[in-house]
């Protein structure tokens, strides 16, 4: 069991920036990917970043040039470094966490808040 904790979230204007942190305790260990999710109000949830383990990262075409995704391994922590914030980039955010060996599942935080006005 892995337990994901984010914060970070706010309300910040147009240009500002943000970090985001998700925290995770437990079987860390069993961990393959991290991610960062949002969900805006009356939308899909979609995919804004992805580590692994190795350290290989991926963004949706959205976001890339401003956000940045990391890891620090000592601390347990991922983050979400976003810059350049836009009023679309308002959701919830969520921090997940890909298990699994022949199979895929998801430990996943309960969301923070971000809002970006213009």
């Known amino acids: 069991q892995v337990d994901l904790v984010e914060s970070g979230g706010g309300s910040v204007q147009t240009g500002e920036s943000l970090r985001l942190s998700c925290a995770a305790s437990?079987?860390?260990?069993?961990?393959?990917?991290w991610g960062w999710y949002r969900q805006a109000p009356g939308k899909q949830p979609e995919s804004v970043a992805t580590i692994t383990n190795a350290g290989t990262t991926t963004y949706t075409d959205l976001v890339k040039g401003r956000f940045t995704i990391s890891r620090d391994i000592a601390k347990n922590t991922v983050y979400l470094q976003m810059t350049g914030l836009k009023p679309e980039d308002t959701a919830v955010y969520y921090c997940?966490?890909?298990?699994?060996?022949?199979?895929?599942?998801?430990?996943w935080g309960q969301g923070t808040q971000v809002t970006v006005s213009s």
């Open positions: 997940n966490a890909a298990y699994g060996s022949g199979y895929t599942a998801y430990y």
């Open positions: 437990g079987s860390t260990f069993t961990i393959k990917t």
